[in-house]
């Protein structure tokens, strides 16, 4: 008796440190970064933004990765304020280029810990190598490997990949070629990648870490207009996705605290018994032209 007491506290603790909020279609888990920390020992990490929310009102493939993901963390001051908007605050923004230096200074001394960096332009994910192992003191970062364009349609050149990420013993995979191809490539090659414990999709943190791309200023990041510099930095590839894509963001937020919002795509269920999250869309709710990608994403409802 007092050992299925001692369960129920262990789950009712976890619950009440772990609780997911709802933004559109996808739960975030509500964890600070130390939190995160700690509690990551396996599993795959995504970075929602204002972005990845807008992608995943249309690709129903990327819906179902984020449904299988381990962890779902807020990287965005925009994500923050609409969680407040809608009434459930999240506890911290952590975003993936802020995450993964921490990570890396977390297990600074735990051997078992070694990380695969893939992404970037070539030669920028060695030169975050090397920058990475010169702070934490060791060979944390064990290999890396920047990837030719358009890599994902390319088999050979992907089974090389995890060839190679297997041959270098790491145990963490981090992958920074851009939403939603990192996120796709990740659960693709997973289960291929045996001595991988913890996968992070981080965007463009290896740029970061390379010294290569500039971080928008602390004060910026705060008030939610990093963006903005992000622009400044990428114009011709970023500006049609912060000032058209993303617009539409605002108005499903409305409908979402209105009560009127409907996700395109049938939501699986929560892995967490403590979360039975499940929305069952009738035939009535669903657009006849979303069948066939219900289909495609191998999603029922």
Not at 61 to 78: L, N
Not at 233 to 255: A, M, S, V
Request: proline fraction near 5%; hydrophobic fraction near 40%; charged fraction near 25%.
């Amino acid at each position: 008796m007092a050992e299925r007491s001692s369960s129920f506290a262990l789950l009712k603790k976890k619950s009440t440190t772990d609780t997911r909020v709802r933004i559109l279609n996808i739960l975030l888990n509500n964890l600070t970064m130390r939190e995160l920390l700690e509690q990551l020992k396996s599993g795959v990490v995504l970075t929602p933004n204002v972005d990845h929310l807008m992608k995943l009102q249309q690709d129903g493939e990327f819906f179902k990765v984020y449904q299988q993901a381990d962890y779902r963390v807020c990287d965005s001051q925009v994500l923050m304020y609409a969680a407040r908007f809608l009434g459930t605050p999240l506890k911290e923004k952590i975003s993936g280029s802020d995450f993964f230096p921490a990570f890396c200074e977390f297990h600074k001394h735990n051997q078992d810990i070694s990380i695969f960096l893939l992404g970037a332009a070539p030669g920028v994910a060695d030169a975050a190598r090397n920058r990475i192992n010169r702070r934490i003191g060791r060979e944390i970062v064990v290999d890396s490997y920047s990837p030719s364009f358009g890599f994902e349609k390319n088999e050979r050149e992907c089974l090389e990949i995890v060839n190679r990420i297997d041959q270098s013993g790491a145990t963490v995979l981090a992958v920074g070629v851009g939403a939603p191809k990192q996120e796709k490539w990740i659960f693709k090659y997973k289960d291929r990648l045996t001595n991988i414990k913890i996968f992070l999709a981080v965007g463009a943190t290896i740029d970061f870490e390379a010294g290569v791309l500039q971080r928008a200023p602390k004060w910026m990041s705060r008030l939610g207009i990093e963006w903005l510099f992000r622009i400044s930095q990428e114009p011709q590839r970023l500006w049609k996705r912060y000032l058209i894509e993303d617009l539409p963001f605002l108005w499903l937020l409305l409908k979402q605290k209105r009560g009127l919002y409907t996700s395109p795509f049938a939501v699986l269920p929560e892995k967490l018994p403590d979360l039975p999250e499940v929305t069952k869309l009738g035939s009535s709710q669903v657009p006849t032209q979303n069948l066939n990608e219900f289909k495609r994403a191998g999603l029922s409802f």
